[in-house]
């Protein structure tokens, strides 16, 4: 039977094309029990397989870990955050690490599943025929499963074929959690211990020394409060220059009226000449103003741009040393106790059960999926032959090369049994 090409008329062109619709629907036709009997054997022997598959269960446990780290982490913030704001906002806090994702790297790491393997004695259970501990861990990495939840939480999910020995192992990689958590917890707390520690006596050394050197300026210099000394200095100089300057007008006067040689002119003089002489002592200093039987509280004027600076050196490194010591203390205190803990650090949100139903395989899923990819293979295939077909009857060089084809006897078997299959399943019928 030859296929008759339909034909349409576009509205468009009015050009008639050909219509390969129903010369589709004959090669489906013509080569129907092909098809049915492929899709059908795929579909029966699927469905047989994925019977004689084991079923899976799926138990979960869900734990939340610290929302914050506590201890020395969050004191190092707070700590360094008032540390710079006491050094006029030189600095600023630390960022907090994702706890979450140190869960799920411990719970992923090859101690975590080395733990569970012997515990449960997966060797025997996966049946490793080496008893390679190294094979059951790899093969323990795929059926469980690690993630974080929507809320934060960590999910674990173990796939076993014992309902009761999946939710155990769930619930055994919270404590090996715990375990390893509290060990790195505790060699954290020790490293950062010893960490401060050497920090605390190196500042205690450097506050020594600046304690020191602020003394020994101040013992040389006569310079207690620069400041206020500065300030005091420059008021009675003020005070001084004043009266000097009223001393001098009343010298002139004097001069003029009582005449250069008077003794209360002589007496003006003097007491100009001196405050002149303080005044510039003031400024200038002298050359024994520095020494141990000074009496002078301040500094010269010529003197407190370069002292003042180095006064400021040194009290800055002195409130810079006691600032860090009064970090390092509590500082130190609570790495002592952290070094000292021992507690759980995840905070379990639900035990994993026994599951009630299977988690795989999902044989329904199975046999839908392997079906329709023996559909589309053998509608392929059906095409692909009627296409050689046809193109067999005129062009020798096509009916040569299916000949020289290697396979093509066991192809021709099989259809030849598919047809057989075909008439039997006709006569039964009939």
Do not use: C
């Amino acid at each position: 039977m030859t296929p008759q090409k339909r034909r349409t008329e576009e509205p468009g062109d009015g050009q008639l094309r050909p219509s390969y619709l129903f010369d589709y629907l004959y090669v489906l036709f013509k080569r129907r029990r092909f098809i049915l009997m492929t899709v059908g054997t795929v579909a029966v022997v699927t469905a047989i397989v994925s019977l004689m598959l084991p079923n899976w269960y799926a138990a979960r446990a869900s734990l939340l870990p610290p929302k914050k780290p506590g201890g020395i982490t969050s004191m190092l913030e707070g700590g360094i955050s008032s540390l710079m704001k006491g050094l006029s906002g030189l600095g600023r806090g630390l960022g907090t690490s994702e706890e979450a994702y140190s869960y799920l790297a411990i719970l992923q790491s090859r101690t975590a599943m080395e733990a569970v393997v012997r515990k449960f004695d997966l060797v025997r259970v996966y049946k490793i025929k080496d008893g390679s501990i190294e094979k059951a861990v790899r093969k323990l990495s795929r059926k469980a499963e690690f993630d974080i939840g929507s809320e934060g939480n960590i999910n674990i999910t173990v796939y076993d074929r014992d309902r009761q020995r999946a939710a155990d192992m769930a619930n055994y990689f919270i404590e090996v959690l715990n375990e390893i958590s509290v060990r790195l917890g505790t060699q954290e707390a020790r490293n950062n211990r010893e960490f401060v520690e050497r920090r605390y006596q190196e500042n205690l050394r450097d506050l020594r020394i600046a304690e020191d050197s602020l003394k020994a300026f101040q013992q040389r210099y006569g310079i207690y409060a620069l400041p206020e000394q500065t300030e005091a200095a420059i008021k009675g100089a003020a005070e001084l220059k004043g009266e000097a300057v009223a001393k001098e007008i009343q010298l002139r006067i004097a001069e003029r009226s009582l005449g250069a040689d008077n003794p209360e002119t002589q007496s003006l003089r003097l007491q100009l000449a001196e405050m002149n002489r303080k005044l510039r002592e003031m400024k200038f200093g002298t050359s024994d103003w520095f020494t141990d039987q000074s009496l002078n509280l301040f500094v010269p004027f010529k003197d407190v741009p370069e002292l003042g600076i180095e006064y400021i050196r040194r009290y800055r490194e002195f409130e810079i040393q006691n600032k860090l010591l009064e970090f390092l203390v509590p500082l130190y205190e609570q790495a002592k106790l952290e070094e000292q803990k021992n507690m759980p650090v995840v905070l379990v949100l639900d035990r994993a059960v026994p599951p009630e139903r299977k988690a795989k395989p999902r044989r329904s899923l199975l046999v839908l999926i392997f079906t329709a990819l023996a559909a589309l293979f053998a509608t392929s295939w059906a095409f692909v032959a009627e296409l050689y077909e046809r193109e067999r009857e005129h062009n020798p060089r096509a009916a040569a090369l299916a000949e020289a084809l290697p396979g093509r006897e066991t192809y021709r078997k099989f259809v030849r049994s598919i047809r057989r299959i075909g008439v039997l399943q006709g006569k039964h019928r009939g």
